[in-house]
């Protein structure tokens, strides 16, 4: 009897695992901020996903490359924003659901608590401090193909 239930884990552990990957994968790719000034491309790491700033509306600030000058740490000010690690693990917590993870915004050198959804082809990111109902939500679209890095 516990080799049959023992089976019947493992088969249902095979059956749920490429749908949950499957859906990881939705979440993947090149990411328009709402406010339409830059490009995450979320990407996996290990087993949870990331995203980096790979495209910037205005990439040159005061003559030079734009920098994290908001950044709180006085040793980050000076690093390029494109490249920039901008959220980070995101673990799926259901089909098109992630969470616990966190979300960098170099316009005021915070970093977030945050979730994502997938809500068709938008993607909704809540950054938040304490608990998810402190905080704000942001809808991303699929960037344009056409948007080269920065």
Same mark, same amino acid.
């Given at each position: 009897?516990?080799?049959? /239930?023992?089976?019947?884990?493992?088969?249902?552990? $095979?059956?749920?695992?490429?749908?949950?990957?499957?859906?990881?994968?939705?979440?993947?790719?090149?990411?328009?901020? !709402?406010?339409?000034?830059?490009?995450?491309?979320?990407?996996?790491?290990?087993?949870?996903?990331? @995203?980096?700033?790979?495209?910037?509306?205005?990439?040159?600030?005061?003559?030079?490359? $734009?920098?994290?000058?908001?950044?709180?740490? $006085?040793?980050?000010?000076?690093?390029?924003?494109?490249?920039?690690?901008?959220?980070?693990?995101?673990?799926?917590?259901? $089909?098109?659901?992630?969470?616990?993870?966190? /979300?960098?915004?170099? !316009?005021?050198?915070?970093?977030?608590?945050?979730?994502?959804?997938?809500?068709?082809?938008?993607?909704?990111?809540? @950054?938040? /401090? @304490?608990?998810?109902?402190?905080?704000?939500?942001?809808?991303?679209?699929?960037?344009?193909?056409?948007?080269?890095?920065?």
């Amino acid at each position: 009897m516990r080799v049959s /239930i023992l089976g019947l884990v493992v088969l249902s552990l $095979a059956v749920i695992a490429p749908s949950v990957g499957a859906q990881q994968q939705a979440a993947l790719g090149r990411w328009l901020s !709402e406010s339409g000034k830059g490009v995450v491309e979320i990407y996996p790491c290990a087993d949870k996903l990331c @995203g980096k700033l790979v495209w910037l509306a205005d990439p040159i600030r005061d003559g030079a490359t $734009a920098v994290d000058r908001n950044n709180k740490d $006085a040793a980050q000010k000076q690093r390029p924003l494109c490249g920039l690690m901008m959220l980070g693990d995101f673990r799926q917590l259901e $089909a098109n659901r992630w969470g616990d993870g966190w /979300i960098y915004s170099p !316009e005021n050198g915070k970093t977030y608590r945050a979730n994502m959804t997938l809500d068709g082809e938008l993607l909704k990111l809540r @950054g938040y /401090i @304490g608990i998810p109902l402190l905080g704000e939500t942001q809808t991303w679209t699929h960037a344009d193909p056409k948007l080269k890095g920065c």
